[in-house]
């Protein structure tokens, strides 16, 4: 997020998360209003370098903001908004980026506060792979031409009655509202989001073949100690490995997969007979 000073920015942060827990379930609408804005200040670089401008008195700023929302954002979205125009950021897309990373928030707080947190982290995601796998579904999330009311369709045929809301909603953001980054990985991001609300460490396995459920648990306590914490587990099944493990935890790669071994000894083998 920002290169605000410290104390200020986590300031922001509690009270960002204060209002969005207080909320409980309605805190949706605050992230969708956020998402808004967040759309408002890509689209007009203009209303981004006043809202960041250090000439300008944080008052002056906050009296801006007011302004352009007027009455179509609900109050406790606007005070939030006043918040993040009222600190100093290094480069005016950090404004940008702060509200759009609270939006996607709101609704991991919504999803918290009606206990399926877990079950939108877990369907995110496997919404990411199957839009690695599946060649045609990424090219149509994609297409640029298509209507963004023709995505959101799309979306909602693929999702609606068989994922969380919040889901929905989140995918939807990603594939129509995204700012940089492809999208597998941006929904990976709000998958980590996810988890790192429940404060734990996203732990990604590749395996050749579905673990067996002592396996999947003694290896999850294994990454536990490692991580020096709670760890979620998402577990991919790539038949082509041949066999082994291949574990993502975080920067660290721990890649103890056959065809892994087979490469290294490949290399071995050339580099001995030149």
């Known amino acids: 997020m920002s290169e605000v000073d410290g104390q200020s920015h986590a300031e922001l942060r509690s009270r960002f998360e204060s209002a969005v827990s207080q909320a409980g379930g309605d805190a ?14 890509d689209a007009r670089p203009s209303v981004r370098r006043a809202l960041t401008d250090t000439g300008r008195g944080p008052a002056d700023r906050e009296a801006l903001l007011r302004r352009l929302t007027g009455d ?32 996607v928030l709101a609704h991991l707080f919504a999803a918290r506060a009606h206990d399926r947190l ?10 990411a792979q199957v839009v690695r796998r599946e060649r045609d579904l990424r090219s149509a999330l994609l297409d640029r031409a298509a209507p963004p009311e023709a995505l959101s369709g799309l979306i909602r045929r693929l999702l609606d009655g068989r994922s969380a809301p919040e889901t929905v909603r989140l995918v939807e953001h990603a594939v129509l509202e995204r700012r940089a980054g492809s999208l597998e990985s941006e929904l990976e991001r709000v998958s980590e989001l996810a988890a790192r609300l429940r404060a734990r460490r996203v732990a990604v396995v590749h395996v050749a073949a579905p673990l ?11 990454l536990s100690v490692r991580a020096d914490g709670p760890v979620q587990m998402n577990i991919v099944v ?20 056959v065809a892994s071994r087979l490469e290294g000894a490949q290399r071995q083998l050339v580099a001995s007979t030149q």
Request: with cysteine; charged share 35%; proline share 3%.
């Open 28 to 41: 949706a609408k605050i992230g969708d209003a956020l998402f808004s804005f967040a759309e408002l200040l």
């Open 72 to 103: 179509r954002l609900d109050a406790t979205s606007v005070d939030l908004l006043a918040a993040c125009v009222s600190e100093r950021w290094a480069k005016p897309g950090e404004l940008t980026t702060t509200i759009e990373e609270f939006g």
């Open 118 to 127: 877990d079950t939108v982290e877990e369907e995110l995601f496997r919404f």
């Open 212 to 222: 067996a459920p002592e396996h999947r648990d003694r290896l999850e306590r294994a």
């Open 238 to 257: 790539e038949p082509g490995l041949v066999g082994g493990i291949k574990v993502e935890l975080g920067d660290e790669v721990v890649d103890g997969t």
